[in-house]
C-alpha cells in the first residue's frame, strides 16, 4: 500500500536532507510507530507521505499511485484516504466537538456544501457514531476550547474516523498529554486500528508506548531509517544508536 524510494528531503538547497535515502514499505494491517529524537526526521516523513513535502528525491507511492505526480484535485482525493491526527490537535476552537468532526468529511464532498454547512441523514450519523466510538458521548456540543487535551484528541481521532481512511498518520498526536491519557489515546487508536484494518503510522517519543502497542518500530537518526523490526527486536543498543548525540 505504502512505498518510500530512496527519498531525500532537503528544504533548502545546501541543507543537511531531512530525509536521508528512506526506503521502506508497509501494508494495511501495520500498527508501526516511529521513534527518533528532535529533528530526525519524523515530522517530515509523514508530510512526505501525505504529500505536504514534496520529496527533494526518490518516490512515495501510495495505493500505486506517485504522490508528487498527481494534481491538485488527485491530491486531495488522496489526502481524504488518509486520516491525520495531530500533536496540538488542529481543531477550531470555537466550534463544537461534533461540528469539528463534521471537518473530516470535507475532502469528500463538494465546497459549496461544506461552506454551507449542509450534511445528510447519512453524515450525521457517521458522526454521531465516531463520537461512540471515541468515547466522547455526551461532549459533542463542548466547544473545542472547552476540552480536556485528552477529549480534544479524542476529537481529532474521530475526525479521522469519518474519513474512513485506508491509512492513518500521526505526528507526535500524544506528545502533549499525561501518562496515563497517552496511554488510553493509544489504546484507543490501537482498537480502531484493529476494527478498521488501517496502515497506522505514528510517531512517539516514548518508547514504552512504542513497544506496547506497535507491530513495526521505525527508528530515525540524522533523517535515515537506523532500525525496521518488531518490538522484539529492539535491543538496548538498537534504543541506543536511535537516540545517541550525533
Not at 505536504?52 to 482525493?77: D, F, H, I, Y
Not at 461532549?139 to 474519513?163: C, D, Y
Request: glycine letters at 8%; aromatic letters at 6%; charged letters at 20%.
Amino acid at each position: 500500500m505504502l512505498d518510500l524510494q530512496n527519498v531525500f528531503v532537503k528544504y533548502q538547497p545546501g541543507d543537511l536532507p531531512a530525509l536521508n535515502d528512506v526506503t521502506f514499505q508497509a501494508e494495511r494491517g501495520e500498527f508501526i510507530c516511529v521513534l527518533g529524537r528532535s529533528g530526525a526526521g519524523k515530522s517530515t516523513l509523514v508530510r512526505t507521505i501525505n504529500g505536504l513535502q514534496r520529496p527533494s528525491s526518490g518516490a512515495v507511492t501510495v495505493s500505486g499511485k506517485n504522490v508528487a505526480m498527481l494534481s491538485s484535485k488527485e491530491q486531495r482525493l488522496l489526502r481524504a484516504d488518509i486520516g491525520m491526527i495531530f500533536q496540538h490537535f488542529q481543531l477550531i476552537p470555537r466550534l463544537t466537538a461534533r461540528q469539528n468532526i463534521y471537518t473530516g468529511m470535507f475532502g469528500r464532498r463538494p465546497s459549496w456544501k461544506n461552506l454551507a454547512g449542509i450534511f445528510s441523514t447519512a453524515d450525521h450519523r457517521r458522526a454521531s457514531e465516531a463520537i461512540e466510538s471515541v468515547g466522547l458521548a455526551g461532549f459533542e456540543q463542548r466547544r473545542a476550547e472547552n476540552l480536556s487535551g485528552g477529549q480534544k484528541q479524542r476529537v481529532g481521532v474521530a475526525r479521522a474516523l469519518v474519513q474512513n481512511p485506508l491509512m492513518l498518520l500521526g505526528d507526535e498526536p500524544v506528545a502533549s498529554l499525561d501518562p496515563t491519557t497517552s496511554n488510553e489515546i493509544f489504546q484507543l487508536l490501537t482498537d480502531l486500528h484493529e476494527q478498521q484494518d488501517w496502515l497506522t503510522i505514528v510517531n512517539v517519543h516514548n518508547i514504552e508506548l512504542a513497544k506496547k502497542f506497535a507491530s513495526r518500530i521505525i527508528g530515525m537518526k540524522d533523517g535515515k531509517i537506523v532500525f525496521d523490526g518488531s518490538p522484539a527486536e529492539m535491543t538496548e543498543a538498537e534504543v541506543e544508536a536511535i537516540y545517541a548525540s550525533t
